[in-house]
């Protein structure tokens, strides 16, 4: 099934963010990359910010996901098949540092994450917190290292069993 130009689009723009970084992304790159006409953007987001807006929450919901409860898998797509797709994460958090409407849906996200992984892991908030602060760390350490892994035995270090062992998912 051919996708929508407005999932080409969403993909587009995280390609190009992921690839070239904040300064290069822009509106004519994205329609560039998926191939639409100029205003395509405009058309389905109203505009750059509402592609932005797009894209983060594409990026919450299939990368998030399964962070904690698959660390392992996810590592390995987050630092490979989809190496571009996390770069873009990490540019996003950039841009939200000056960009208060971004910060604020970045952070409103990740507190989503953090109480999804305490309630999926039967962890306190504050623990939940942490250990979702500690896989960006390692994520962005091996980003920097240009690695396709974590450093050796990190994994573990983060609490053993709760992050190691299967976590149990919500019904």
Do not use: C
């Not at 504050?126 to 390692?138: E, I, K």
Request: charged residues 30%.
């Amino acid at each position: 099934m051919e996708k929508s130009s407005r999932d080409r689009l969403v993909e587009a723009g995280l390609e190009v963010l992921g690839r070239e970084g904040g300064a290069r992304f822009s509106v004519r790159s994205t329609e560039g990359e998926a191939g639409l006409p100029h205003g395509s953007v405009r058309h389905h987001f109203g505009g750059l910010d509402g592609l932005v807006d797009a894209m983060v929450q594409h990026l919450l919901r299939a990368e998030m996901e399964h962070a904690l409860t698959r660390p392992r898998e996810t590592l390995h797509d987050w630092l490979g098949p989809n190496r571009t797709r996390t770069q873009a994460r990490y540019e996003l958090m950039i841009q939200g540092f000056r960009t208060p409407r971004l910060r604020d849906a970045l952070v409103a996200a990740r507190e989503r994450v953090i109480t999804d992984v305490a309630t999926d892991a039967g962890l306190p908030r504050d623990r939940a917190a942490v250990l979702v602060a500690a896989l960006d760390g390692l994520v962005l350490d091996a980003l920097l290292r240009g690695e396709s892994e974590v450093r050796p035995g990190a994994i573990g270090m983060l609490g053993a069993n709760r992050v190691e062992g299967p976590i149990p998912q919500r019904t």
